[in-house]
Structure formats: C-alpha cells, structure tokens
C-alpha cells in the first residue's frame, strides 16, 4: 500500500495546505466574532474595527505606532544566568525559552526602547504577553532598570506597558525577587522628579500587579484589560460566590478608584503626549503639526512602496497562540 503513502497522502496535504494560506489574511474577532482584514486590523493597531475589542499588540509593533516615524533605539538589556535552577517541567526550561524565541522573534519578554512620542523624548518599556505569557523573571527585572536607568540618564519621563501572567515560575524565587528590585528602580525615577506612567493591557495579573505595574504616576488601561493579583476564578472558588459583571475589569477598576485613565488604544498616544508634556512642564504640542507613526504592516518610515495592496506585506512569523499564564507563570 506504499502508494497511498507516497501518491495519495502528499496529494491530500498539498490539497489542504494550499486552502491555508488565504486564511492568514483574516483574523475572527474573539468578542463579536466579525471576520478581519489583516491589513484593516493592524491599521486600527489590532482594535477590532467592529465591536472595539483590544486584541494583543506586540511590543515591536506598538513602538512603531507610538514613536514618531515608527523609529526607535532599543535600551540594551544585561542577559542574566539562563536556568538557574535547572527547571524542568513537561520541558526543560532552556527548551521553553528556545520555543518562545522563535516564535516570537524576540530574546525575552520585554523590550526597552528610546525614541521621541510627538517630538517630546521618552523610553519605552513593553511586556510581551506571547513570550511565555509576558512573565516576569530576571530579564524583565533587568529590562525595567536598563529603563529606569537610561530615563534617568537622559532625564525622560518612562513609559510602560504591562502585559503579563505573573513571575516566571521557571525562576522560582529569583523571579519573585524582581518585585523588590523593579520597585527600587521605580523609587529611583521618582527620586529624579521623573514622570513615570503605567499602560496596563490585557492582561496584567500576579506579581507584576504586585510591584512596577502599580506604581506609575498616572495608571492609563486599555478598555476591557483583565488586572488583578489573584484570577477571578480563584477568587471565585475561594470565596464560593459569584462575582459581579466585569471584576477585575479596566472599567471596574476605574469606577472603584484603582485606575486614572481607561484610554481606547487608538486615542493613547494622543494621551501619553499629553500627560508627559503636562508632568515634563513643557507646553502643550500642537497635535496637527506632529511627526504620525508609523504602520506596523508596513515597518518604520520609508519611501511609500508601489502596489502593496496586492503584495502580502513583509511580516515576521505570526504569534503563536499565546501562552495561558498558568503555563509559564504563576501569581
Ligand atoms: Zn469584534
């Protein structure tokens, strides 16, 4: 029956895979379910364009429709000991992290960069919530006071952005150790009178809500972020009763007075330049003189390329489902 092998099946497959590719071009909404243009999602910076649900954002995508000119300079990041511990779980921890970085395209969990937002200079850090589920260990520790520092450096106000399942449990205690570490690095700026604003996204939850996450200045979410120490599911099985509509949610959190600002992700930009001008004690910009970002399906300012409607856009491989925070993180 060798020909079922090696006619039929590679026939089928062939038959399949070439039905696959269309589909990359169309993202289905998680909320509403509305089917998306790749190209019409990424313009509206992955804010579904018929119900306003706030999809994930890589941190190398935001900094190209943050920045002006979607142009910025990564902060080095020291590399800390890999696998200190010698973890091993249904994988080997270095494993787990050779995974996450090819998936991803990044080294680790978070990305420090420096560039101007509206001609005024800030540095930038993000979580990357795809790269083991955003958790926090001895990078992310490291990431925060190469910003931290570097703000200080240049006297800029910092900006970041949470998106995280909690400490990386891969690290055990060192993971925890960066809540300590991360909030001297935030006692740091504000000892230099800098501005210090958290955007907290979907979803920010465990240690990190326990430390840098909760310290800013002005604490910005986006619509619809789930924050919390414990998940509503814990707390729910804990305390056996049901919990109100939208717990944890940016909106509640706003109404009980844990949060300043719910901002769509559309209109942060236009917010953060505001804010840090304000806290900077720089007068206000003129918003229709500003330099726009960039896109993130066309990549940084360049010379307008022909015909790229037709032509799929240079992307890097598309994230993989990301990790649910159980997986590479715990509170
Ligand atoms: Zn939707």
């Not at 910092?158 to 399942?165: E, K, T, V, Y």
């Not at 909030?183 to 230099?192: G, Y």
């Not at 209109?267 to 001008?277: A, G, P, Q, S, Y």
């Amino acid at each position: 029956m060798n020909w079922i092998n090696n006619y039929v099946r590679p026939k089928i497959n062939s038959l399949f895979s070439r039905r696959e590719m269309p589909e990359n071009l169309w993202t289905k909404c998680d909320a509403c379910g509305t089917m998306l243009f790749h190209r019409e999602l990424s313009d509206n910076l992955n804010v579904c364009t018929s119900c306003g649900h706030h999809m994930g954002i890589r941190p190398r995508d935001r900094f190209l429709t943050l920045f002006d000119g979607g142009i910025f300079t990564e902060v080095p990041v020291p590399t800390p000991l890999t696998d200190p511990l010698g973890f091993r779980d249904q994988k080997k921890y270095p494993d787990r992290m050779r995974a996450a970085q090819k998936g991803t395209g990044e080294k680790e969990a978070m990305l420090v960069a420096e560039g101007e937002i509206g001609r005024t200079p800030v540095v930038c850090a993000a979580q990357d919530f795809s790269f083991m589920g955003g958790s926090m260990g001895m990078y992310v520790g490291n990431a925060i006071i190469a910003a931290a520092q570097r703000a200080v450096e240049r006297r800029r106000p910092l900006i970041l952005f949470s998106a995280a399942g909690g400490a990386r449990m891969q690290e055990g205690i060192l993971s925890l150790m960066q809540m300590p570490r991360s909030t001297v690095a935030i006692q740091m700026l504000k000892e230099a009178g800098l501005p210090y604003i958290v955007v907290l996204t979907h979803p920010t939850t465990g240690g990190v809500t326990a430390s840098y996450a909760m310290l800013g200045d002005v604490q910005i979410a986006e619509p619809g972020a789930l924050i919390c120490f414990a998940g509503p599911r814990v707390i729910e099985q804990t305390i056996r009763e049901k919990l109100p509509e939208g717990f944890q949610r940016a909106e509640y959190l706003l109404e009980h007075g844990m949060l300043d600002r719910v901002t769509p992700r559309t209109k942060l930009r236009e917010e953060l330049l505001t804010i840090v001008r304000m806290l900077m004690g720089l007068p206000p910009a003129v918003i229709a003189d500003l330099p726009p970002p960039a896109s993130f399906s066309q990549g940084p300012a360049e010379p307008e390329a022909e015909d790229t409607e037709n032509a799929a856009p240079p992307r890097r491989p598309a994230p993989p489902d990301a990790e649910p925070p159980e997986a590479g993180a715990k509170g």
